[in-house]
């Protein structure tokens, strides 16, 4: 079945550190991949997307780039910020016999703080 | 603009009882959806309904039923509750327009189950 990885947490950086953030998928069709984040006591809300090979998603200094070669969806940001703690979810939806609504699979979950 | 709304925010049950979670959306949203979060597992999804009348089991369905009456309303019945339901459970909804698999999620409802 399908499933996604990510990176075991937590992960703990200061102010202005570069952030690595690593997912991996399998699936058995051609995902669209995805970036939620939930910041405490919050639901989860869309970060950035990508729905074709080599496309890069983009949103609010973070970054992902879909890596067909490498089953791969990585996030990354240059510099992060103590708002940005929160916990980060890689996700993939598979379009099934043409129906178009979206089950997303996620991975596990990654929390990142970030200090001052 | 309300989005995703879940009630109640918090439960706690006896092993046995039952209770009723209710998702409202006001995004006209043709696709809804349940998912529990566990620690260390990420979101799991237990039912979906891809429109009015319609409801299809998940990844985790045993235990769990859902009705979808009115297309803006999306509910998850516990029968007999378990210890093992004790989660964190999010509804989510998509739209065809804005994209059926870019979801919006509610704010999440904490059921402990002693």
């Known amino acids: 079945g399908d499933s996604v990885t990510q990176m075991e947490g937590p992960v703990t950086l200061s102010e202005e550190a570069f952030l690595t953030i690593n997912c991996t998928y399998t699936a058995t069709g051609y995902p669209s991949l995805f970036w939620y984040v939930q910041y405490p006591g919050e639901g989860l809300q869309l970060l950035l997307k990508a729905t074709k090979a080599d496309d890069k998603g983009s949103n609010k200094g973070f970054e992902a780039t879909y890596r067909k070669e490498t089953t791969s969806f990585h996030l990354e940001k240059g510099s992060v910020q103590v708002s940005d703690s929160a916990v980060y979810f890689c996700?993939?939806?598979?379009?099934?016999?043409?129906?178009?609504?979206?089950?997303?699979?996620f991975g596990q979950g990654t929390i990142l703080t970030v200090h001052p | 603009n309300a989005g995703v709304t879940q009630t109640p925010k918090f439960r706690v049950l006896k092993t046995g009882q039952s209770m009723t979670l209710l998702c409202a959306q006001d995004m006209n949203h043709e696709y809804m959806y349940w998912y529990r979060q566990d620690p260390g597992m990420g979101l799991r999804l237990i039912h979906y309904?891809?429109?009015?009348?319609?409801?299809a089991k998940g990844e985790v369905p045993d235990g769990y039923n859902v009705s979808r009456l009115k297309k803006q309303n999306f509910l998850l019945g516990l029968e007999s509750a378990a210890p093992s339901q004790t989660s964190v459970y999010f509804c989510a909804s998509s739209g065809r327009d804005s994209g059926a698999n870019v979801l919006t999620f509610g704010a999440g409802s904490r059921l402990t189950v002693l």
């Open positions: 996700a993939l939806s598979i379009n099934a016999g043409g129906t178009s609504y979206g089950k997303l699979t």
């Open positions: 309904s891809v429109g009015e009348g319609t409801t």
